[in-house]
């Protein structure tokens, strides 16, 4: 049994072996862990935090946990099985960033915020849509440490094709609301290619040109 952090010598002594000494340390490395990888100081961090005073452990429940995170420490999602996607304090300013998405990934998002928009009346249904597997799909294409911004770039993307399909209704039917039906026709001839052109970067976020009617601020 190792002791992840201890009170008291007397209570290593009848508690088990602390993790951190010269036995604990060679009992890791005789089971294959490096105790200097990022992989192993990652698994000690969340441990001790979880722990908040003595915690138990073994090596096994160690390996276990190492196989969370990747060479860098970073967690890897069990829902993705990509690293790259958690906010922490050394990727926190980065995740608002807008950067270049690929463009295939901005066609499946336009396709897809057009099918569901006719499909419910321009009301957001968030039991059916298939939005997440839009943005797994980007996440799989991008670097890790790019990964954040690129989902942020999405959603500025993703509103900004649902906000000109409003616009495109009610040009049709002003006093058009979400959840009644959409005049036949409404958004015939709107492409991605003519959205995307119409916005601009604003710092984390896309807005609309000047020059392309009114400003729409589509801040996350």
């Not at 060679?26 to 969340?46: E, F, W």
């Not at 908040?52 to 860098?72: H, L």
């Not at 270049?100 to 419910?120: A, G, H, N, V, Y």
């Not at 002003?174 to 492409?191: N, Y």
């Amino acid at each position: 049994m190792l002791i992840i952090r201890d009170f008291s010598n007397r209570f290593q002594q009848i508690s088990g072996m602390p993790i951190n000494s010269k036995g604990g340390k060679d009992m890791l490395k005789r089971a294959g862990i490096d105790t200097n990888s990022k992989q192993y100081q990652a698994v000690m961090k969340s441990m001790s935090a979880a722990c908040s005073g003595v915690g138990y452990t073994n090596v096994q429940a160690i390996k276990n946990r190492m196989s969370r995170y990747d060479k860098d420490g970073d967690y890897i999602s069990p829902v993705t099985g990509l690293a790259g996607l958690v906010v922490t304090e050394k990727n926190r300013a980065e995740k608002n960033r807008i950067i270049d998405i690929p463009e295939s990934s901005r066609d499946e998002m336009f396709e897809l915020t057009k099918k569901e928009f006719l499909q419910e009346n321009g009301v957001g249904n968030g039991d059916t849509t298939r939005r997440s597997d839009v943005y797994l799909n980007l996440y799989r294409k991008m670097d890790k440490n790019d990964r954040l911004a690129a989902g942020n770039t999405l959603r500025q993307y993703e509103r900004a094709y649902t906000q000109a399909f409003v616009d495109a209704v009610k040009a049709v039917d002003p006093k058009w609301e979400p959840g009644k039906p959409i005049p036949s026709g409404a958004l015939d001839g709107i492409t991605r290619e003519s959205i995307d052109n119409s916005l601009v970067q604003s710092g984390g976020s896309l807005v609309k040109k000047p020059s392309s009617g009114s400003t729409l601020d589509i801040q996350v």
